[in-house]
């Protein structure tokens, strides 16, 4: 079986598509998840089959909250906690609760763009903010608040997609302070803070909801398991009660209440901190192997600043190199990547690509890197 893969939009048999952002079949612990199913089933009371409590179970919310501590290294409270179905759905989320048809958001330049695609759907207007290698530039931003009153900033602070790098502590709490003068918020995708393989990134945005302007998402896509749907928004008390009087969340109740049983067994037995564990060796090798293949193949050829979690490697071009029509030069190398463009709202960023780890072995990584010299 390993070395199938189900998902929508998989490659043909014998390509390696180094663009696919998602775990590799080999890291999808199934039988973590069919114990932690097992456990939760075999105690289950009929009532917990129902609707869960709005803002997610209690019990779930108490071990997240353990599990936040643990990682993020300070207290969290269930109080701040809502349950969501992953990072994407709390996107939409927050796109209902915290903006207006019209209004601006600000992202950075670049940034992942499935969620420009979520913020267009809700009729808001997309402002770039650039990156450098201490994450979003901050005198731009001044300067944007200017002319704009966004909603609020969508930023990637750890492990950047597609960009791979961190904002700096002290431009995360310079962020915090604007946010706070010019009353806008921080929608915060934390979704590969965990995701460590060196020196651990700094604080997470969601230790400082204390401002009253963060939204800090979080999934368990990247740490445990896509499939199962579930992430957690942490936020203040305050913001947190407007998310509970939406009425979507009012209809449906806790929005993925058997998937937060089964991982609320995986936090308590262990299991889910030792998987992390296993994937951060295992995503540190391949990055290893990912950064001495590219600097075996493309050194002189593009410029990259190895990463030091997530998935992602950014390379960059000469000016004059347009990367999107050679991923169908690519295909026939039975290779791929994701062309840099597609990671901006203005199409910029033409000379560059995205190159993920996690989704291949090292053999494959090297394999895949070797095949797309031949493009450049
Ligand atoms: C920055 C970022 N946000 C959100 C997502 C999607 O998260 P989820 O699976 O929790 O919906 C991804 C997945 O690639 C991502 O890289």
Not at 241 to 262: D, Q
Request: glycine fraction near 10%; proline fraction near 5%.
């Amino acid at each position: 079986m390993s070395g199938i893969v189900t998902f929508d939009g998989a490659p043909p048999p014998g390509t390696i598509n180094l663009g696919i952002g998602q775990p590799s079949a080999d890291l999808l612990p199934v039988d973590l998840v069919s114990q932690a199913s097992r456990s939760f089933f075999d105690a289950a009371q009929p009532l917990e089959l129902n609707y869960g409590v709005i803002q997610g179970d209690e019990r779930f919310l108490h071990s997240l909250a353990d599990l936040l501590g643990a990682r993020y290294g300070t207290d969290a409270t269930p109080d701040q906690l809502f349950v969501t179905g992953g990072n994407s759905q709390a996107l939409d989320l927050v796109s209902c609760v915290f903006a207006n048809p019209g209004d601006t958001v600000f992202v950075e330049e670049p940034s992942y763009f499935l969620a420009f695609q979520i913020f267009r759907d809700h009729g808001l207007n997309i402002v770039g903010i650039p990156v450098d290698d201490d994450g979003i530039r901050v005198d731009v931003l001044q300067r944007e608040l200017k002319s704009h009153r966004p909603a609020f900033l969508y930023t990637i602070p750890s492990y950047h997609n597609p960009a791979g790098l961190c904002t700096s502590e002290a431009r995360r709490r310079k962020v915090v302070e604007l946010a706070r003068q010019e009353d806008f918020l921080i929608v915060a995708d934390e979704v590969y803070q965990m995701l460590y393989y060196y020196d651990a990134p700094p604080p997470a945005y969601g230790t400082m909801t204390a401002s009253g302007k963060v939204v800090s998402l979080g999934s368990f896509s990247k740490i445990l398991a896509p499939g199962m749907r579930l992430g957690w928004i942490q936020t203040s008390e305050r913001l947190r009660s407007r998310i509970l009087a939406n009425g979507f969340v009012n209809s449906g109740g806790s929005i993925n209440h058997i998937s937060s049983h089964i991982v609320r067994q995986a936090i308590d037995n262990g299991t889910l901190e030792s998987h992390i564990e296993k994937i951060r060796g295992t995503y540190r090798s391949r990055l290893e192997v990912m950064d001495s293949a590219l600097h075996e193949h493309f050194d002189g050829i593009a410029t990259w600043t190895r990463p030091g979690g997530g998935y992602f490697f950014w390379l960059n071009f000469d000016e004059s190199v347009d990367t999107a029509p050679l991923r169908t030069k690519a295909k026939d190398l039975e290779t791929g990547f994701q062309a840099g463009a597609a990671f901006s709202t203005t199409g910029s960023f033409s000379n560059c690509l995205r190159l993920c780890f996690a989704h291949y072995g090292e053999q494959d990584i090297r394999a895949g890197i070797a095949r797309m010299r031949p493009l450049f």
